[in-house]
């Protein structure tokens, strides 16, 4: 039993110290700052000596071992006097104390906010640089518990951590003076509180363990809830399903708030219980003194004044102690499944290429490509091979689910193939320097992202430095969209809202559009970019892309037949296949899949573009 005590406190204790890095100092500032002021407090109470001995007019303490040392030092005082000392002491003794309780205070908010917004940097950082594929493995609850909750929770640890220190080094030099003043009694009280302590933990150690779980799951499950719903807002009004949600959301707060007021049933029994154990032992010890002659009572009474005082000074660090302790033990799970996170983050983290990607002169090629999203379900790709050579447009197309947008996410090396390579001007996409990629490309998605500020910040977004005003304009008018944001009363100054909710679908496309365009990439890649426009404004932007083909290398993915058609070869996929690979005539002509597609509509078969339009000369972005 002793042992396995041993080992969970040097659990406790090897927990505390890895997480103590960068703050070190704030904790040992604290826990030093918390053993001065026990020492004032000890102080304190030995002044009681000279008040005791001036208002009994004897030296009742002068043969107890320490308080008969600070006897003497009074004694040669003139009465009247002592007590003006003792007051003039105990007041520099009172001030002292006032400033070590502000210190500790502060400290003891700072440590974990410190802690906590330390952490959320690191899971953070850690969320980003993993790959894509675990990402997509975790729930939105796990994620705001590894960000917000498990951080919050392990600061809290950290501080009564710091706190279960002090308080160990305060009830040891507690301990030396009782057994200073008095050994005898000293031992009857350590066996009786040591025996309380032990009784109080078998009480209360799997309580403890089960609202720290309780916690946890309380916590991911709320979390879980809330994002669900502030995500599919306009699906639950569209669906009816506000009661539903409403009573879903009722039982996770009613969930969490139990397991709160659980944790602070633990925090708040503690105190009392030991603050009873101590009044019991003093109610029975001064019946037991009852019972002797009044002789040896007067002697006793003296020293036992001074000891209670001291004992009851030693049970409040003594459920400081308990309460760090079960505190710790609650925020635990926190600690491991933080930890579980990074190591799971890490483990799934995709090292990095070496080569840095100079500049892109010859093509992208994919060769025998296969991918699957789980590593035990369905390919999505089967063994995919095609090139895009520079300064080509290509084009991909092919029914719903047949692997369009997973290739975008390859080649953007979003993720990474299950077998065979893309190579990027002959180099494996996977030895690059990932970053000298992303700087080459603009890529427009489906799945579009706004950011809550102006329409100039969104369309700079990831660029190091703002571009001037005209190149911002210029990119504005390839997407067809410059004329729209100056019409707006703060122009490009806008306010979109959270996640761009004031813009329409084809508004959010053409700034997607400008995003990209702003980058002069070398690399274009459109997914679905113009589903959303309108035919006017989609022909606008054909004919600018035609001119930017000149110089550019554009993939896209579409279903309109204007985008496809003008592409120099269209890629068919059937199954995660490459069915077909040809220009729009040759495809046509050879009454494929494509052909069908287009005959039975799975294309737009609406052409709104003149066959023997020209590209118009427009002005492209400048280089930056």
């Not at 640089?129 to 997509?136: G, N």
């Not at 009857?188 to 032990?198: E, M």
Request: aromatic share 8%; charged share 20%.
């Amino acid at each position: 039993m002793i042992a396995q005590r041993l080992r969970d406190y040097h659990a406790l204790f090897s927990l505390g110290w890895r997480y103590r890095a960068g703050h070190g100092r704030t904790i040992v500032l604290f826990v030093a700052l918390a053993v001065f002021g026990v020492l004032t407090e000890s102080f304190g109470v030995f002044l009681l000596v000279p008040l005791l001995e001036t208002m009994g007019r004897s030296n009742i303490f002068s043969s107890v071992p320490l308080l008969g040392s600070i006897s003497g030092l009074f004694e040669a005082l003139p009465v009247e006097t002592r007590l003006i000392w003792a007051g003039g002491l105990m007041l520099i003794v009172v001030l002292l104390r006032g400033f070590l309780q502000f210190s500790l205070e502060y400290l003891g908010y700072a440590i974990p906010h410190r802690v906590d917004f330390a952490l959320r940097l690191r899971a953070f950082d850690a969320l980003i640089t993993t790959s894509m594929q675990f990402i997509d493995s975790i729930s939105a609850g796990q994620i705001s518990n590894v960000t917000v909750s498990h951080p919050a929770r392990i600061g809290i640890a950290i501080r009564f951590f710091a706190t279960l220190v002090s308080s160990i080094l305060v009830l040891a030099s507690y301990i030396v003076v009782l057994t200073v003043v008095s050994p005898f009694l000293f031992v009857i009280a350590s066996v009786y509180v040591i025996g309380a302590t032990l009784l109080f933990r078998a009480l209360t150690t799997k309580l403890v363990h089960n609202v720290g779980a309780e916690t946890s799951q309380a916590n991911q499950q709320f979390a879980q809830v809330f994002f669900e719903t502030l995500n599919g807002a306009k699906l639950i009004r569209l669906t009816g399903a506000t009661r539903v949600v409403k009573r879903d959301v009722e039982i996770s707060i009613a969930r969490l708030g139990l397991a709160r007021d659980k944790t602070v049933a633990v925090e708040n029994m503690i105190v009392p219980f030991f603050s009873t154990i101590g009044g019991i032992l003093i109610c029975v010890t001064v019946m037991v003194i009852g019972v002797l002659d009044s002789a040896t009572a007067a002697r006793a009474v003296g020293v036992l004044v001074i000891f209670f005082v001291l004992l009851f000074r030693i049970l409040s660090p003594l459920s400081v102690l308990s309460i760090s302790r079960n505190n710790i033990i609650i925020h635990l799970d926190a600690f491991r499944e933080y930890e579980a996170f990074l190591a799971a983050c890490e483990n799934a983290r995709e090292v990095d290429g070496s080569k840095v990607l100079a500049s892109f002169s010859s093509g992208i090629e994919l060769e025998n490509v296969s991918f699957g999203y789980t590593a035990n379900g369905p390919a999505v790709l089967k063994t995919l091979s095609f090139t895009v050579p520079r300064g080509h447009v290509v084009a991909i197309v092919g029914s719903s689910g047949s692997g369009k947008s997973t290739i975008v996410n390859l080649i953007a090396r979003l993720y990474r193939p299950n077998s065979g390579r893309i190579l990027i001007d002959g180099k494996d996409l996977n030895s690059l320097s990932i970053n000298s990629w992303w700087r080459r490309l603009g890529v427009v998605t489906q799945d579009i992202v706004m950011i809550n500020d102006t329409i100039s910040a969104n369309l700079c977004f990831g660029l190091e430095t703002e571009p001037p005003v005209e190149q911002i304009r210029a990119a504005a008018s390839l997407a067809a969209v410059d004329d729209w944001i100056i019409s707006l009363p703060e122009g490009y100054g806008t306010v979109l809202g959270d996640r761009g909710s004031r813009l329409s679908g084809g508004q959010r496309q053409r700034l997607a559009l400008a995003r990209a365009f702003l980058r002069d990439p070398e690399v274009i890649i459109l997914d679905e970019a113009t589903s959303a426009l309108d035919t006017l404004t989609e022909r606008t932007i054909q004919k600018q892309l035609m001119t930017l083909s000149r110089r550019k290398t554009i993939i896209a993915i579409a279903h309109r037949l204007s985008t496809v058609r003008r592409a120099d070869s269209i890629v068919v996929l059937d199954e995660g296949r490459v069915a077909e690979i040809g220009s729009h005539t040759d495809l046509i002509a050879k009454g494929g899949i494509y052909a069908s597609m287009i005959e039975s509509q799975s294309l737009d078969i609406l052409d709104d573009m003149d066959p023997n339009d020209s590209a118009e000369t427009v002005d492209t972005v400048p280089d930056g």
